[in-house]
């Protein structure tokens, strides 16, 4: 699954938020990303989040022995640093970096796809005997309940993909359906949509014209949207 090899260095690539926090993304990792905020060490928060990283790896069954060891042991560079919005919050834009101009093949979207069905299954875990009431939980603290996260859960699983089609026709939806069985319909079907993507566009560059971010000239590219499906979700 992993694209990394003993000795060679991790390339990280950078949002940088207009208060100093950051954003650190490893692309070759799916899923994995970390929050810095202005004045932590960046090298102390990868670290961390690399052997956190590696566990969660193992137990989702996603990489060989060998590969979660490579990872506890890699080095890492920063390869690329852009301007960003302030991290963690809905409707901001994400960075387009360099890399996310490359095209994905069959088996790193796979992968990307892969760690979003694993972090479905802990919530599945995390959530099974929690009570409705349970599952209603922070609604009158202002933040998200679980069920109201596990709908933006799905929410995006959908919309990441139709940041490059416009035409991508939206899921249906059915009222009595429990929020994470609807995460999981929506990936079944963002699954083949991803994949079948044809080779020759998977690298183009695209400005979505509906359901916007804050930044409603955000760019888009097929790796992009995978990238932040396994982030996202994770």
């Not at 954003?23 to 929050?35: K, T």
């Not at 390869?79 to 991290?87: I, R, T, W």
């Not at 079948?196 to 014209?209: I, L, N, S, W």
Request: net charge neutral.
């Amino acid at each position: 699954m992993l694209d990394v090899l003993p000795g060679n260095p991790l390339d990280l690539c950078v949002e940088v938020a207009p208060n100093g926090d950051e954003l650190v993304h490893a692309p070759s990792l799916p899923g994995f990303s970390v929050r810095v905020v202005r004045g932590a060490s960046r090298d102390r928060c990868v670290g961390a989040r690399l052997s956190a990283y590696a566990r969660w790896l193992a137990a989702a069954g996603l990489a060989p022995r060998g590969q979660i060891d490579a990872v506890r042991g890699l080095d890492w560079m920063v390869v690329e640093s852009v301007a960003g919005a302030p991290v963690w919050i809905s409707g901001n834009a994400a960075a387009l970096f360099s890399v996310d101009r490359r095209a994905l093949s069959n088996s790193e979207v796979t992968d990307h796809l892969d760690v979003v069905a694993a972090a479905l299954s802990d919530m599945a875990s995390a959530t099974a005997r929690l009570s409705a009431r349970g599952r209603a939980h922070g609604r009158r603290t202002g933040g998200r309940s679980i069920d109201e996260a596990l709908t933006h859960v799905g929410n995006c699983i959908w919309w990441y993909a139709s940041r490059i089609d416009d035409e991508l026709p939206e899921p249906p939806e059915f009222p009595r359906e429990p929020p994470l069985v609807r995460c999981i319909r929506l990936l079944a079907d963002v699954r083949p949509y991803l994949l079948g993507v044809p080779a020759r566009a998977r690298a183009r560059v695209h400005v979505p014209t509906r359901f916007l971010t804050n930044d409603p000239r955000e760019t888009w590219t097929h790796a992009k949207a995978c990238r932040r499906e396994a982030e996202h979700a994770l």
